[in-house]
């Protein structure tokens, strides 16, 4: 049965890394119908280049429920088996991760993006399995807001963390905010994958 990660208790300055400027309206995330777009309240989020050492000089802002090396997973909405584990991630350092089983599904909460906001990229692995993790897209007040697009998959090298690829965020070709929800989806039968570090591109250069 679906349910809704709550947020932990973190340490202030933990809290003040969230990406809070980005997110809106958690709620939202379960609408039945697709709403009219609300932007109000987007505002320009704070930009990192936390690729760099992979030689990727873009700038991103974390996906909402994310402090930077820890999927939080405040306002997301997990069904099919997926959970928040703690593990060891890339840097050696244990924090929490997504996990994403065969079936499972992990839904954002909506957040706003611009036709300037193309690609999504993150940390992923294969537990088990090599299927890997489709990106679904749904933008308030369109067509796909009920049946999310799949934009492709995010794919692990066997057990090692890895830098996905950049995957399309097909954002509507329209000027202004619009407001975004991800569906991650795991692929295959008997597989496992977890992520984190789930970020998102503004392209600015």
Not at 5 to 32: D, H, M, N, Y
Not at 109 to 127: H, I, M
Not at 162 to 189: C, D, F, I, Y
């Amino acid at each position: 049965m679906p349910y809704i990660v709550r947020p932990r208790r973190f340490p202030s300055g933990a809290v003040a890394a969230c990406t809070a400027l980005l997110v809106f309206g958690a709620a939202s995330a379960q609408a039945a119908t697709s709403p009219a777009k609300e932007t109000s309240q987007c505002k320009e989020p704070t930009l990192t280049q936390p690729f760099q050492y992979a030689g990727d000089s873009n700038y991103y802002v974390l996906a909402p429920g994310q402090t930077p090396g820890n999927f939080e997973g405040t306002g997301w909405t997990l069904s099919g088996g997926a959970s928040i584990k703690k593990t060891t991630l890339q840097n050696g350092s244990t924090s929490y991760v997504l996990d994403l089983p065969s079936g499972s599904k992990a839904v954002s909460p909506t957040f706003c993006v611009t036709n300037e906001y193309p690609t999504a990229r993150t940390l992923v692995r294969n537990v088990t399995g090599s299927e890997g993790v489709y990106l679904n897209v749904s933008y308030e007040g369109t067509s796909n807001w009920n049946k999310p697009k799949n934009t492709g998959q995010f794919h692990g090298n066997k057990t090692e963390w890895t830098l996905s690829g950049s995957l399309n965020l097909q954002p509507e070709n329209v000027t202004g905010w619009q407001v975004l929800r991800l569906t991650l989806a795991a692929g295959g039968k008997k597989s496992d994958f977890q992520l984190y570090n789930l970020y998102i591109d503004p392209y600015r250069r």
